[in-house]
């Protein structure tokens, strides 16, 4: 009799693999977001800077530890020695991301090249761990799958971006080729695909939904993939099928949501409207304008929005889980570890930080969201690092008295 | 017939409709109403338990030989879960609206967490590896 290779329920990682890619994440996105703010007040404020401090500081962390986390619980995919695999990731991913940054911001290339070597080092070598356990397990649900391909999605985006840093280099040709394939896959394939999968399990269970239907949960990879190549073409309206895809899974969530059996309507119950209207909004956008800067600014509030409802609740959760299973005489419930009042607050600053993206044509003034982005990532940066900090003060792993 | 699967499956979904009712009816204040609900969502969720821990769990342990296993970890968590229904009971006898809520979100995700596990790895492989109409009348007649 055959079973999965390292099988295994119980071997969810440490807490301090998944609290580490968060709280790094975290602090990179405010730190990231004082660097906005000098950068505008310098006028050295790039497009490259301002995406790469959210899509790589924020999300690539935020996600990749998630993944560290959700590969045993939805696939069964257990990587063995998680903490020392996570450490070369995080290093990886860390060093590259701090190079790639300041080669945009100093207009340096050879900064901008090594960052963009590491950073492509980090994600095949996170990429391929993840995928190397998951390719070995059979897909019975549509997360699970969804998760392949969006992993496969983050190589070939990382790769293309690698590409796309050599050919500013003069090295190689096709720089508008590449650096399209790299946003399109990595802002769609990797960040899009995986947040959809996840949808596909978390919403159903966390909000007591009706399934998405799984003929079409199953294959939304496939349409995906059609899409993105669809989308890779130059002509008009090229980004039509993928606009639809993406506003019809936008709709369909929302209408779940809508139509929840759950009535009680926790605060990550806004997170998750307030970040697929964003998704809505800029869906239009892509169709009549492309990856432009209005487009990009409004899918960054989609996903950013999600991620930080959802941060918000893992945390606590996982401090919850662990100290449960570690047998600590004093195990907080989840609203002991992050108040709600401080999720309250990061909810208003995102509905804030929403607002002033959108009225940016009208006012003008960028450095608006720019503070409001600041206020936001250093309460969510604080509530993380707070609760985190409660596992280990009550851990009997970190303290043996207890 | 249903797969182990579907049948285990849809039990969950039960219990999760049960129990967005008993949380629907604290949150209101209804505090009678909540309390039957709350027996039903109780009941349920503990002869599911009690399915897999009496019949599923010893036929896939014998049948594949793994005892100290995933099933091993169920039945931990099937004890963290018992233990904070037990916590909910008592909000809910002391009409505490905030302990039972904050200590139903707790629930809610344990749970969840746990469902994923069972739908997506155990059962497939029960399905897999047992008779499942076999298993799944044995478990009916509980």
Not at chain 1, 56 to 62: M, R
Not at chain 1, 114 to 135: E, K
Request: some cysteine; hydrophobic content about 50%; charged content about 15%.
């Amino acid at each position: 009799m055959s079973f999965p290779k390292g099988l295994s329920l119980s071997q969810a990682p440490p807490f301090i693999v998944v609290s580490g890619f968060f709280i790094t994440a975290c602090l990179l996105w405010f730190l990231g977001s004082l660097l906005e703010i000098y950068a505008l007040l310098t006028n050295r404020l790039s497009i490259p800077l301002l995406t790469h401090i959210t899509t790589v500081g924020f999300a690539l962390f935020t996600m990749f530890g998630a993944l560290f986390q959700m590969l045993p619980v939805v696939a069964g995919a257990v990587i063995q020695k998680p903490k020392q695999k996570a450490f070369i990731s995080w290093l990886l991913l860390l060093t590259g991301y701090l190079l790639l940054l300041f080669g945009f911001y100093l207009s340096s290339f050879s900064a901008l090249l090594a960052g963009a070597s590491l950073l492509f080092t980090g994600i095949a070598y996170t990429s391929l761990l993840m995928l190397n356990r998951l390719m070995r397990i059979k897909s019975y649900t549509p997360t699970s799958q969804g998760i392949k391909f969006a992993l496969l999605f983050v190589l070939i985006g990382g790769f293309s971006g690698f590409l796309t840093a050599l050919s500013y280099g003069g090295y190689i040709d096709n720089t508008e080729a590449f650096l399209k394939v790299h946003r399109l896959f990595m802002l769609f394939g990797w960040i899009f695909l995986l947040i959809t999968s996840v949808s596909f399990q978390v919403v159903e269970m966390f909000f007591v939904t009706r399934a998405y239907p799984r003929l079409y949960a199953m294959n939304f990879p496939y349409l995906l993939t059609f899409a993105l190549i669809f989308s890779l073409f130059e002509f008009k309206l090229s980004n039509l099928p993928l606009s639809m895809l993406v506003f019809f899974q936008a709709l369909i969530t929302l209408h779940r949501l809508f139509t929840r059996k759950r009535k009680i309507a926790d605060k990550s119950l806004y997170f998750w409207y307030l970040s697929h209207i964003h998704l809505l909004i800029a869906v239009i956008l892509l169709v009549f304008d492309g990856l432009s800067h209005r487009f990009l600014s409004v899918y960054f509030l989609f996903f950013s929005t999600l991620i930080t409802g959802m941060m918000l609740r893992i945390i606590p959760f996982l401090v919850w889980f662990h100290l449960s299973n570690e047998g600590s005489l004093k195990v907080p419930l989840m609203s002991e570890v992050i108040d709600q009042k401080l999720i309250n607050l990061c909810l208003l600053l995102s509905f804030a930080l929403s607002l002033s993206v959108y009225l940016l044509p009208i006012i003008g003034l960028a450095l608006i969201p720019a503070f409001m982005h600041s206020a936001l990532s250093f309460l969510l940066s604080y509530s993380v690092i707070r609760g985190s900090f409660l596992y280990f003060r009550l851990s009997p792993l970190y303290n043996p008295s207890k | 017939m249903f797969t182990i699967t579907e049948y285990l499956t849809e039990e969950h979904r039960e219990c999760d409709d049960l129990y967005a009712r008993v949380e629907e009816l604290v949150n209101s204040g209804s505090w009678e109403e909540a309390r039957k609900a709350f027996e039903a969502f109780k009941g349920e969720t503990l002869r599911h338990f009690q399915k897999e821990e009496e019949v599923l769990f010893p036929e896939f342990e014998g049948r594949t030989g793994i005892v100290m296993g995933p099933t091993q970890v169920m039945r931990m968590e099937h004890a963290q879960a018992r233990e904070l229904i037990q916590r909910m009971e008592q909000a809910l006898e002391k009409r505490d609206r905030k302990t039972f809520l904050s200590t139903g979100e707790t629930f809610m995700i344990l749970i969840q967490q746990h469902n994923m596990k069972e739908e997506q790895i155990l059962y497939p492989m029960c399905d897999q590896h047992l008779d499942a109409p076999e298993v799944v009348q044995k478990m009916e007649t509980l």
